[in-house]
């Protein structure tokens, strides 16, 4: 509505202008001296990351003093749960098999990591205001309320495995024991000033909360620490942000950011202080009569929401080509199977094992975003598509959610699911309920689903059996090794659809590329004979294919669309490829 003074009171960094430049993207695409400027921040960024090697060996967990076991003494050796690597990022960071296919983009990945964090002052708040997070050494803060401490300790391992997959260095991490969180400050005062202890002693610049924080914890939580303060969302925001690669990815992205951001505009622009050389340049003629924050906080309102309608847009407008191909691949009947589950699983390492596809392979935490669609094959010849998504997260951002909705949604819309389970994983059942929970947001919760265990290399048996007994179908892998492999593939083949239009035919010697169809991955072949007027088949085709067999069919039924065959012996399946099958077609008066 207020969008009518967009015109007079954009500053020359107007929407269109920085349209598509990230940081990122004009450190890539940009001049000499900006490439070089990039460099150098990624190594400043490294060498202070070794810096901090030797002290993140101290880093250290410590719960509430007033949980503490009897006789545990504060100090040197507190409880240490964060000692070295964290937990969901184990420490197999150097480990890469063949089957993590090609490692490529990961050079590439990193070379642009935390660009947008280490640039300098954005210029427009629709790139984004907390991208220009220096998210390099960080402390982490959780509330335990209730449940065993294991589970506290697991949330804030996850948590430091996100922290340092957005690039940032994990100094230390704290939870504190409290049945609900402070309305003002998120934790209780002692805490909070113990938190900011912390940071001035380690020099922490970012302190990083294990939930969702409202935009005035937030604020009440940062005057205490003297730093800034970001929350679960935030940091997976981040991570969604420097991963996605795809125009459409980029989009879902910004919009979900946007969307986190719009309530909490106030708060961050007086922290980060942004409104002081906010000035809304000579265009802002007539807003004058207000204060500049509020002019200023007003005037990004407006631009974000303006933006957010353009990047609503632009994701509809993507929508149409992926519903395009998704209903071709529906007229073709060929199945499709989505692999899902939790971040780091092992889904791309699977989807590479099953068809040398070549994906991403990260011991990262989100390495992929874009939906990757490969074609596969069953043991015996049936075609399928195999696609790879987005990992699941507990606490998955509901913009994210929303926002990659259309990606999700063809999870919604296969025909199976592998849900990729890290069996080396102490607690796996967190994270399938996780994933089940925003399968079902997507109404993805119907779909046939298999439990596939991976990492069956490292898992521990006690896990794995406490899963099978819990679950119907699983399957035991490892995508490393292969073993297990086999049997998933016969597990895929058993469980989708398979052509069911079952067809006598005589193929003419001429037509031998429909011969060679049918002997591609979308039939099933049940007998072939050779006979003087050509090639005379018993198969098993999709309705679609059936259509165009039509002028070949010698027996079984007037039409194809007819899912139950006319024929007895074809309707007793594979077994209709005996002699009498042959026989009683060859007798048919019509076979010529
Ligand atoms: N030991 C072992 N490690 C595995 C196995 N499968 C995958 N990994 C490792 O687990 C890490 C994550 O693998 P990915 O295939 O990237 O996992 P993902 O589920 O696609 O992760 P995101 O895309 O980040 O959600 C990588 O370091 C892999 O090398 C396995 O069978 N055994
Ligand atoms: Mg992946």
Redesign the pocket.
């Known amino acids: 509505m207020t969008n009518t003074h967009q015109d007079n009171t954009t500053p020359s960094t107007g929407d269109e202008q920085h349209e598509d430049i990230t940081p990122a993207a004009a450190a890539v695409s940009g001049d000499q001296a900006s490439v070089d400027a990039t460099i150098e921040r990624i190594l400043a960024a490294d060498e202070a990351r070794a810096e901090t090697v030797t002290r993140s060996a101290r880093t250290r967990f410590v719960a509430d003093p007033a949980h503490r076991r009897e006789g545990e003494a504060a100090g040197p050796d507190r409880r240490s749960v964060l000692d070295g690597q964290a937990r969901e990022l184990?420490d197999?960071?150097t480990?890469?098999?063949e089957?993590?296919g090609d490692q490529f983009d990961l050079l590439e990945r990193r070379s642009l990591r935390r660009v947008e964090g280490l640039s300098t002052e954005l210029e427009d708040v629709s790139e984004v205001e907390y991208r220009q997070l220096r998210l390099e050494r960080v402390v982490l803060a959780g509330l335990w309320s209730d449940g065993p401490i294991a589970e506290a300790e697991h949330s804030l391992r996850e948590l430091a495995a996100l922290a340092e997959t957005a690039g940032s260095t994990v100094l230390d991490g704290f939870v504190q024991r409290r049945a609900t969180p402070d309305p003002g400050t998120f934790f209780g005062s002692g805490k909070a000033e113990q938190i900011r202890q912390a940071v001035a002693e380690l020099g922490a610049d970012t302190v990083v909360v294990d939930s969702e924080l409202a935009p005035s914890q937030r604020r009440g939580l940062e005057d205490i620490v003297k730093v800034k303060v970001i929350d679960r969302t935030g940091l997976i925001l981040d991570i969604f942000a420097q991963h996605a690669k795809s125009r459409e990815g980029k989009a879902q992205v910004e919009l979900a950011q946007l969307e986190y951001l719009l309530p909490r505009l106030r708060g961050w622009g007086e922290s980060m202080s942004r409104q002081a050389g906010g000035q809304v340049g000579g265009a802002g003629a007539g807003m004058g009569s207000r204060g500049p924050g509020e002019t200023k906080i007003e005037l990004d309102r407006r631009r974000i929401n303006t933006r957010m309608a353009k990047l609503r847009k632009q994701i509809a407008g993507m929508k149409p080509a992926r519903d395009a191909k998704r209903a071709n691949r529906r007229r073709n009947a060929v199945p499709s199977v989505a692999i899902a589950?939790?971040?780091?699983?092992?889904?791309?390492?699977?989807?590479?094992r099953l068809t040398d596809a070549g994906?991403?392979?990260?011991?990262?935490?989100?390495?992929?975003?874009d939906p990757t669609v490969r074609k596969a094959v069953t043991p015996d010849g049936i075609g399928y598509t195999l696609s790879?998504t987005?990992?699941f997260v507990r606490q998955l951002p509901t913009q994210l959610v929303e926002a990659f909705r259309s990606t999700l949604e063809e999870v919604a819309d296969a025909d199976l699911i592998l849900h990729?389970v890290?069996a080396?994983h102490p607690e796996p059942e967190g994270q399938i309920s996780a994933v089940r929970k925003v399968l079902a947001d997507v109404d993805a919760h119907e779909v046939p689903e298999i439990i596939v265990l991976?990492?069956?290399?490292?898992a521990d048996d006690v896990v794995i059996e406490r899963i099978r007994r819990r679950e119907s179908r699983t399957v035991l892998?490892?995508?490393?090794?292969g073993q297990g492999v086999d049997d998933l593939r016969e597990l895929i083949s058993e469980s989708i659809p398979r052509p069911d239009v079952a067809l006598e035919l005589l193929v003419p010697y001429a037509a031998g590329d429909l011969v060679s169809r049918l002997h591609g991955s979308d039939a099933e072949i049940l007998s072939t004979e050779y006979q003087a007027e050509g090639t005379r088949m018993s198969v098993r085709v999709r309705p679609e294919l059936a259509a165009e067999l039509q002028e070949h069919v010698v027996a079984g039924g007037p039409t194809a669309s007819g899912d139950a065959p006319a024929e007895g012996p074809d309707a007793e399946g594979p077994d209709a490829e005996g002699p009498d099958a042959d026989a009683e077609a060859t007798d048919e008066p019509g076979a010529a």
């Open positions: 184990s197999l960071r480990q890469h098999t089957a993590d589950g939790y971040t780091n699983a092992g889904k791309s390492s699977l989807l590479n994906v991403l392979v990260e011991n990262a935490l989100f390495a992929t975003l790879d987005v990992g990729v890290d080396s991976n990492k069956a290399d490292m892998v490892s995508a490393h090794t």
